[in-house]
């Protein structure tokens, strides 16, 4: 189930809602109850796994290495990341 964030237009009150289904919208703002809500444009938040922080660390360099270019490339370059 995603969490929606919303801000009201009334206040500027900002609040998160958990939506169980398409149709499950906030009515109104949470803080004064005004139905002007507004939906905003929000970032999600990616959890990687020990391994692919290890992988940053210890990826070697190579021209083939993705790493090498572009940042961390999370062990999907298949080097030895021991």
Do not use: N, W
């Not at 995603?2 to 906030?26: K, N, V």
């Amino acid at each position: 189930m995603p969490i929606f964030e919303y801000r009201c237009q009334t206040c500027g009150h900002a609040f998160e809602h958990l939506a169980r289904s398409r149709t499950d919208l906030p009515g109104a703002c949470a803080k004064c109850g005004a139905p002007a809500i507004v939906k905003q444009l929000s970032t999600f938040a990616a959890r990687a796994d020990a391994s692919a922080a290890r992988a940053c660390d210890s990826c070697p360099a190579t021209p083939s290495c993705p790493t090498a270019r572009r940042g961390c490339c999370g062990g999907a370059c298949s080097h030895s990341h021991a």
